[in-house]
């Protein structure tokens, strides 16, 4: 009889493409089997009856701030409300950070404060603007997951955007590095210009600001990123994409050969210009959300395989960024790390039918093969680490503010009811959230990429 460290017993399993009831043996962190019914003995045990097991969510788009910033979030706070939805893998972003994951000694300070405190294994983003062209090697050398530009302003002093011809510059030594560079695509041109037009006649509110990042401002930078890719030949992957125009801009120069895929957010499925206007600053991001038209027409563009990754943009800041009567003025960021699963179970799954192994896909697998972290990463399949969320699909509970794992309890998503509640998070096999505690100490590890091939 063989024995196993782990038996995660009795589930129903989200694999590939199909769901089934099976027991799951994992071995020094990995997958070994996966069975209707192992006839084995295990040092531990879960009984997973009446469960549904997926793959550990990868955000693959996070702001946790460190170093520098921990007081805004930090990788502690972040990591642990990333484990309690069912999350063993976040890609943190270069800005926010003090100082930005410009070069190999910013990458080192951010590795460092990970290693300290992360619950969920990690991956870094490096930062590519006109002032780092020189360190992007270095970068690439300590193991970045990608390189990630800004076509407008970030928001941020020490993070400037790429012109460009900067852009042209980063995606050709991108590609020689074999890393895909990340995009948040707006034209600076044209929202610069609006929002100027606007604070100068006074005019500061909510609805001015969603009027100064029209839809035209993504799709006109989403398009001169698609023609920079294609002349350089470097992987694209555009970021918090916000409507369906923009992914069907995307879907159409992957059939011309580009190499190119697209992510979008929680908050453009669930919430609309409506709510921004409602919530105030809670719900403020850029691209900012949309009508209820342009949500209806991402959802079907996603629900077709047009959108490769869902990721929460989860981008958090003190309360007291997010007041102030000039909405042009207040921090910009959505904090929902902890909801992306309940929220695409319940909006995804329960409201329009999309199935369970496209929603792990989306979370999970897709994440994994894109980013380069395939086979390790992703799926329930053996030989991969045992990364697991362990879901009760008939929970249904209300997100309150007291139930934030995250540093500020701040959250547009509060008084939502959701169905889907994560009991066990197990990383390479070890539960590190359970019972509503979070395991100790901090076990994440870096990630880095195998071998890019476009």
Same mark, same amino acid.
């Given at each position: 009889m063989s ?8 589930g ?20 070994v089997a ?5 006839a ?5 045990v879960?009984?997973?009856t $009446?469960?549904?097991?997926f ?5 693959s *788009? ?8 921990? #007081?805004w ?6 990591s +642990?409300?990333?484990a309690?939805g ?9 800005l ?7 070069d190999?000694?910013?990458? =080192?300070?951010k ?6 405190s992360?619950?969920t294994?990690?991956?870094f ?6 002032g780092? %062209?020189d360190?992007l090697d ?8 990608g390189?990630? !530009? ?10 400037p955007?790429a012109?460009? !011809?900067?852009?042209?510059e ?9 890393r895909?560079?990340?995009?948040h695509?707006e034209?600076d041109?044209?929202?610069?210009r609006l929002a100027?037009?606007?604070v100068a006649?006074?005019?500061?509110t909510v609805r001015?600001?969603l009027?100064s ?6 799709? =006109?930078a989403?398009?001169?990123?698609l023609?920079?890719?294609g002349?350089?030949?470097?992987a @694209?992957h ?5 409507? $369906?125009?923009?992914?069907?801009l995307i ?6 050969g580009v =190499? ?6 929680? #908050?453009? %499925? ?11 600053a ?6 900012p959300?949309?009508?209820?038209s342009a ?10 395989g047009?959108v490769a990754?869902v990721? +929460?943009d #989860?981008?958090?800041?003190p309360?007291?960024l997010?007041?102030?009567?000039n909405?042009?003025?207040v ?5 929902g ?11 995804g *799954?329960a ?5 369970l192994?496209?929603?792990?896909r ?11 972290l395939?086979?390790?990463? $992703? ?5 991969a680490?045992?990364?697991?969320a @362990?879901?009760d699909l008939?929970?249904e509970h209300?997100i ?7 540093r #500020?309890?701040?959250?547009?998503y ?8 994560t009991?066990t998070?197990i990383?390479r096999?070890r539960?590190?959230f359970?019972?509503g ?7 994440g590890?870096l ?5 890019h091939?476009?």
């Amino acid at each position: 009889m063989s024995e196993f460290d782990l038996i995660v017993r009795g589930g129903t399993v989200v694999i590939a493409d199909a769901v089934r009831r099976a027991d799951v043996g994992v071995a020094d962190g990995k997958i070994v089997a996966i069975e209707p019914s192992l006839a084995a003995v295990a040092h531990e045990v879960i009984d997973a009856t $009446g469960l549904h097991v997926f793959p550990g969510v990868i955000d693959s *788009h996070v702001h946790f701030n460190e170093p520098g910033r921990a #007081h805004w979030e930090g990788f502690a706070t972040g990591s +642990s409300a990333l484990a309690v939805g069912g999350g063993t893998t976040f890609f943190d972003m270069p800005l926010n950070a003090s100082p930005p994951t410009l070069d190999g000694v910013s990458f =080192d300070l951010k590795l460092a404060a990970a290693v300290a405190s992360s619950h969920t294994d990690f991956a870094f983003w490096g930062g590519l603007t006109p002032g780092n %062209l020189d360190q992007l090697d270095e970068l690439a050398q300590r193991g970045v997951i990608g390189f990630k !530009a800004f076509m407008c302003a970030s928001g941020i002093e020490d993070f400037p955007r790429a012109d460009d !011809a900067t852009l042209r510059e980063g995606m050709k030594r991108a590609a020689q590095l074999k890393r895909l560079v990340a995009v948040h695509a707006e034209s600076d041109a044209l929202t610069r210009r609006l929002a100027e037009e606007r604070v100068a006649r006074g005019q500061t509110t909510v609805r001015d600001f969603l009027d100064s990042r029209p839809i035209e401002a993504e799709l =006109d930078a989403i398009r001169r990123a698609l023609d920079l890719a294609g002349e350089t030949g470097c992987a @694209l992957h555009v970021v918090h994409v916000s409507c $369906g125009e923009g992914v069907g801009l995307i879907a159409d120069a992957r059939r011309r050969g580009v =190499d190119v895929t697209c992510e979008t957010c929680p #908050h453009y %499925l669930v919430l609309t210009e409506t709510d921004m206007e409602q919530l105030g600053a809670l719900a403020k991001c850029a691209p900012p959300l949309r009508s209820a038209s342009a949500q209806a027409e991402l959802w079907r563009r996603l629900i077709a395989g047009e959108v490769a990754t869902v990721g +929460s943009d #989860h981008s958090p800041s003190p309360p007291e960024l997010k007041r102030g009567d000039n909405f042009f003025q207040v921090w910009g960021g959505i904090a929902g790390v902890q909801h992306t699963l309940p929220l695409m179970l319940t909006e995804g *799954h329960a409201q329009r039918g999309l199935d369970l192994p496209a929603i792990a896909r989306l979370l999970a697998g897709n994440v994994a093969v894109r980013f380069n972290l395939s086979p390790r990463k $992703g799926a329930i399949t053996v030989g991969a680490d045992a990364d697991l969320a @362990l879901v009760d699909l008939q929970r249904e509970h209300e997100i309150k503010v007291q139930d934030l794992w995250q540093r #500020h309890r701040l959250s547009p998503y509060a008084g939502r009811m959701v169905r889907g509640q994560t009991r066990t998070t197990i990383l390479r096999g070890r539960k590190i959230f359970h019972d509503g505690r979070i395991g100790s100490p901090p076990m994440g590890r870096l990630l880095t990429p195998e071998a890019h091939t476009l």
